[in-house]
Structures are given as structure tokens and as C-alpha cells.
């Protein structure tokens, strides 16, 4: 047992190869290539976990100017699909928080043995919307004004082949989210809600 210890002791890796390196992913990544010449002004993607050991992935995508096409936000339909997921079962479902009711929309995006339910949503300044005619509308509401909208993308998923079970996960988990906020940060991040 000594002997095994001593190795152990020995053997343990105690040089770090980025001691001498420093390394910043803002530097080393590239803002824009190829056909890619805009990007958000700030994406945060975070990973939570219960305590029955459950994950929830929560991303979020703002950019600053939802007017034309600079910086929109963009449908995880077609970013899961771009990275070879197969993305079926859209439906738009109505999620009830304290705070009023969310129109969210619900996919489920398939590459190989993940299937991943996802619920989410964009905000257009401080309106809640979904893709499509109803974002362009919010847009053009703002462009009558005069004003120039922020936005933001808020996508919710998690791993498992229970939509149902993920779905109740998701809502559970926005509604704490939800809760957590400051007035004026869940404007932000749900809009303006009704009902």
C-alpha cells in the first residue's frame, strides 16, 4: 500500500501546459469569416442542473438592432438543422407564468441518439413574439415610431425522448427563471405579456 501511494504521489501530473501560455478565446476566434460578417452582440449559454442530476440548457442571443436584417435573431429551427439535426414536431403553446401568458414555440430537434425538445422565443424590443409575419409586424410597429428595437432569442432545451416530461421541465424551469428577475429584466427577457 505504501508503494502504491508513493506512485501515486509520484505519478501525479503536476505541470500545466498553459502555465507558460495565456490564452483568450476572444482573440483567438475570429468575429466574422466566409459568408459570416455579422454576429450577436452578446450570446450567453448556460447549462443547469437539478438535483435528481436533470439538465437544462438555456441559450440566449441578443443583438442590438432588429430593424432590416442587421443582427436578427435567428430560428433554431434552422441553426439545428445547419448543423445536421433533423427538426420536427413545431407547435406554438401558450405558457402560463405569474406574470401573464408566453407564446412560446416547441420543437424537437434529432441528430443520431440525442433528442433534444426545445421551447423558445424572441423578444422585439419589449414585445414578446415568434418568427414569421408576427416578428415583422412587432418590427414594423417599432419602425412607425421611429425606434429602433433591441432583441433577443431565449431558447430552452433538454435531452430525452419525453416531450411531455420535457416540456413540464421547461415550463417549471422559466417560471423559476421568471421569478428571479428584476422588473425591468423580465421585460427584457418576455416582453410584455397579456392574460
Known amino acids: 500500500m505504501i508503494f502504491a501511494m508513493l506512485a501515486g504521489i509520484g505519478l501525479t501530473p503536476t505541470q500545466r501546459l498553459a502555465q507558460d501560455q495565456s490564452i483568450s478565446l476572444e482573440a483567438l476566434i475570429p468575429k466574422s469569416f466566409a459568408n459570416l460578417d455579422k454576429i450577436y452582440n452578446q450570446v450567453l449559454s448556460r447549462t443547469y442542473v437539478n438535483t435528481e442530476g ?3 440548457m438555456l441559450s440566449i442571443a441578443y443583438g442590438g438592432n432588429q430593424i432590416g436584417e442587421s443582427l436578427q435573431v435567428h430560428r433554431p429551427e434552422y441553426c439545428y438543422a445547419a448543423q445536421g439535426f433533423q427538426v420536427i414536431s413545431g407547435m406554438v ?19 443520431g441518439q440525442r433528442h433534444e425538445p426545445i421551447t423558445y422565443w424572441l423578444t422585439v424590443g419589449d414585445k414578446a413574439t415568434l418568427p414569421g ?7 414594423i410597429g417599432y419602425g412607425l415610431t421611429g425606434r429602433i428595437p433591441d432583441g433577443m432569442l431565449v431558447r430552452i432545451s433538454s435531452i430525452g425522448v419525453d416531450n411531455a416530461e420535457a416540456y413540464k421541465a421547461q415550463d417549471e424551469f422559466i417560471r423559476d427563471l421568471l421569478d428571479r428577475l428584476q422588473v425591468e429584466d423580465r421585460v427584457k427577457v418576455m416582453g ?4
Open 54 to 56: 436533470d439538465l437544462i
Open 192 to 195: 410584455v405579456t397579456t392574460g
Open 93 to 111: 403553446d401558450a405558457l402560463a407564468t405569474r406574470f401573464g401568458n408566453l407564446t412560446v414555440r416547441r420543437v424537437v430537434a434529432i441528430k
Open 133 to 139: 409575419w408576427r416578428r415583422k409586424l412587432v418590427q
